[in-house]
């Protein structure tokens, strides 16, 4: 059976809430000597980090992740939830005497976020290879956020295996050069911005859609409530938000949205057909306070789907 490689970040997550809004405390005409605190009205911690997360929701889906990153000896809690739930762990390396990454995420009441990131274990690695073993069967990698040295390696990783590749820079943006972005996107199978850093990418890298397109590139660009686009050689996709119950906690929707990518490029599902089931899937993932704690079943997936999409979901088949 084909497996999906998920790279990129495994964290603990500390997701906190402010009850009023950053910018009545932050003074713009001050921010050279910014000095701010925020009372935080709840705190918890989760399993995240980009790849726990895209793993977590590809199982949802019926996909069998295989995560390769670093973590540290404080693993073996998060190891257990991601094994109890189908994912594949045996290409994580543990290194002794690290921590696992850490995540600090304050939102406040207009949705804004606030976050900082330990990386720990994560900034080693790019010392875990993809090997032929962990390769072999694969049909996609997923290269998302860790380190700009890994995120390099891991689509060099992929050319060389000839395994097609979705790219992800996310939270990198800022530090991957013009060159790296430039050279990771142009041979991936999928990109995904969220519309801020498809504006940064264009900027860095002067390329635009056609540059990418061209070369049978997909670009997906997420717009949050506003839903997303998915852009071909062929045709744009605009795909709508799929409506979710009470909201919760936006953390992890986008990571939750990319399954359903996922899932259609290994299904060659038809794009928007992709797309409707990644809004579906990331409607429940905000229903939830933490990145993996929504649980839907299938059936419940393909019902919502419907509901929102007035056709029949691709999963029922």
Same mark, same amino acid.
């Given at each position: 059976?084909s497996?999906?490689?998920?790279?990129?970040?495994?964290?603990?997550?500390?997701?906190?809430?402010?009850? /009023?809004?950053?910018?009545?405390?932050?003074?713009?005409?001050?921010?050279?000597?910014?000095?701010?605190?925020? +009372?935080? %009205?709840?705190l918890?911690?989760?399993?995240? &980090?980009?790849?726990?997360?895209? *793993?977590?929701?590809? *199982?949802?889906?019926?996909?069998?992740?295989? +995560?390769?990153?670093?973590?540290?000896?404080?693993?073996?809690?998060? &190891?257990?939830?991601?094994? #109890?739930h &189908?994912?594949?762990?045996?290409?994580?390396?543990?290194?002794?005497? #690290?921590?696992?990454?850490? $995540?600090?995420?304050?939102?406040?009441?207009?949705?804004?976020?606030?976050?900082?990131?330990?990386?720990?274990? !994560? *900034?080693?690695?790019?010392q875990?290879?993809?090997?032929? /073993?962990?390769?072999?069967?694969? $049909?996609?990698?997923?290269?998302? =956020?860790?380190?700009?040295?890994?995120?390099?390696?891991?689509?060099?990783?992929?050319?060389?295996?000839?395994?097609?590749?979705?790219?992800d820079?996310?939270?990198?943006?800022?530090?991957?050069?013009?060159?790296?972005?430039?050279?990771?996107?142009?041979?991936?199978?999928?990109?995904i911005?969220?519309?801020?850093?498809?504006?940064?990418?264009?900027?860095?890298?002067?390329?635009? !859609? %056609?540059? !990418?397109?061209?070369?049978?590139?997909?670009?997906?660009?997420?717009? &949050?409530?506003?839903?997303? +686009?998915?852009?071909?050689?062929?045709k744009?996709?605009?795909? *709508? =938000?799929?409506?979710?119950?009470?909201v919760f %906690?936006?953390?992890?929707?986008?990571?939750a949205?990319?399954?359903?990518?996922? !899932?259609?490029?290994?299904?060659?599902?038809?794009?928007?057909?992709?797309?409707?089931?990644?809004?579906?899937?990331?409607?429940?993932?905000v229903?939830?306070?933490?990145?993996?704690?929504? $649980?839907?079943?299938?059936?419940q997936?393909?019902?919502?789907y419907?509901?929102?999409?007035?056709?029949?979901?691709?999963? #029922?088949?």
């Open positions: 059976m497996h999906i490689i998920v790279t990129g970040s495994v964290a603990y997550d500390r997701i906190m809430d402010f009850q /009023d809004r950053f910018r009545e405390h932050i003074l713009p005409d001050q921010i050279h000597v910014l000095n701010v605190s925020f +009372i935080l %009205d709840k918890e911690e989760n399993f995240g &980090g980009t790849a726990g997360n895209i *793993a977590y929701n590809l *199982a949802l889906v019926g996909l069998t992740p295989k +995560i390769v990153s670093a973590v540290g000896s404080d693993f073996d809690r998060y &190891g257990a939830h991601l094994e #109890a &189908g994912i594949d762990t045996s290409s994580i390396k543990r290194i002794e005497g #690290a921590y696992t990454a850490v $995540a600090n995420m304050i939102t406040d009441l207009d949705d804004n976020q606030i976050s900082a990131f330990y990386p720990g274990a !994560l *900034a080693h690695g790019s875990v290879p993809i090997t032929n /073993d962990i390769a072999r069967d694969a $049909a996609l990698v997923i290269v998302s =956020p860790s380190s700009k040295q890994e995120m390099a390696l891991r689509c060099m990783e992929a050319r060389k295996l000839k395994i097609p590749y979705c790219f820079p996310g939270q990198q943006m800022t530090t991957l050069s013009p060159e790296e972005l430039s050279h990771c996107s142009s041979d991936a199978a999928i990109v911005f969220n519309d801020y850093e498809w504006q940064l990418f264009r900027s860095k890298t002067s390329h635009e !859609l %056609d540059d !990418l397109t061209q070369r049978g590139v997909v670009v997906v660009v997420t717009q &949050g409530a506003q839903g997303s +686009i998915i852009y071909t050689k062929e744009d996709y605009r795909i *709508a =938000p799929a409506q979710a119950g009470e %906690d936006p953390t992890g929707a986008g990571d949205y990319r399954a359903g990518i996922v !899932l259609g490029f290994v299904h060659k599902w038809d794009w928007h057909q992709a797309g409707h089931l990644a809004s579906t899937v990331a409607s429940y993932a229903e939830q306070y933490g990145t993996q704690r929504h $649980a839907p079943s299938i059936a997936i393909n019902q919502r419907e509901d929102n999409f007035n056709e029949k979901s691709p999963l #029922a088949a």
